[in-house]
T-cell receptor, first 117, second 109 residues
Framework: GAVVSQHPSRVICKSGTSVKIECRSL??????MFWYRQFPKQSLMLMAT?????????EQGVEKDKFLINHASLTLSTLTVTSAHPEDSSFYIC?????????????FGPGTRLLVL | GQNIDQPTEMTATEGAIVQINCTYQ??????LFWYQQHAGEAPTFLSY??LDGLEEKGRFSSFLSRSKGYSYLLLKELQMKDSASYLC??????????WGAGTKLIIKP
């Protein structure tokens, strides 16, 4: 299957700082990428849909000024958690849609575990 | 509304067969995906069904009945490494995947 990387895999930061997470599709071009958040023992929660060259579409209840998304190229999307607080601590996972094949499949990055102290 | 229904947890024995059922309701339908998620890791793609019937891929098979809003994932010759959560994710008319909480599968020796 297609490969999606995510960096960093783990980050610990102080409350009030900003954290940037990168998501890259390594062997395919992704016009659409998705950002999810997952709390322990809960289902994936879609935060936003990131489209290359245009503004991201945020799900209801997700603050766009707090979770900044930039999809500047067909292989890279970034999520910046601004002024992070302890309640933002979670597992953040990106996925990239591969539309080149017979089916549109979403491939996931390995995830970024964020801990805000 | 959109809804996914899967058992919360299942237990099976190593070497056996297990079937994980999923019923769904979505706004439109563009196929159904099954993903595997090990604890602490991101989901990995297992299978995709868009037409009715059974798709077989090695030890894993997935079945779909669109008229019934029903799918199942069949795992044969279970191995300890198959212990994970299995996520049924239909794709709606906007090509968005709809996620439930998944089924935690526990394999015992």
């Amino acid at each position: 299957g297609a490969v999606v990387s995510q960096h960093p895999s783990r980050v610990i930061c102080k409350s009030g700082t900003s954290v940037k997470i990168e998501c890259r599709s390594l062997d395919f071009q992704a016009t659409t990428m998705f950002w999810y958040r997952q709390f322990p023992k809960q289902s994936l929660m879609l935060m936003a849909t990131s489209n290359e060259g245009s503004k991201a579409t945020y799900e209801q209840g997700v603050e766009k000024d707090k979770f900044l998304i930039n999809h500047a190229s067909l292989t890279l999307s970034t999520l910046t958690v601004t002024s992070a607080h302890p309640e933002d601590s979670s597992f953040y996972i990106c996925s990239a849609r591969d539309s080149a094949g017979a089916i549109e499949t979403q491939y996931f990055g390995p995830g970024t575990r964020l801990l805000v102290l | 509304g959109q809804n996914i229904d899967q058992p919360t947890e299942m237990t099976a024995t190593e070497g056996a067969i297990v079937q994980i059922n999923c019923t769904y309701q979505t706004s439109g339908f563009n196929g159904l995906f099954w993903y595997q998620q090990h604890a602490g890791e991101a989901p990995t793609f297992l299978s995709y069904n868009v037409l009715d019937g059974l798709e077989e891929k090695g030890r894993f098979s997935s079945f779909l009945s669109r008229s019934k809003g029903y799918s199942y994932l069949l795992l044969k010759e279970l191995q300890m490494k198959d212990s994970a959560s299995y996520l049924c994710a239909p794709m709606d008319s906007n090509y968005q995947l709809i996620w439930g909480a998944g089924t935690k599968l526990i394999i015992k020796p």
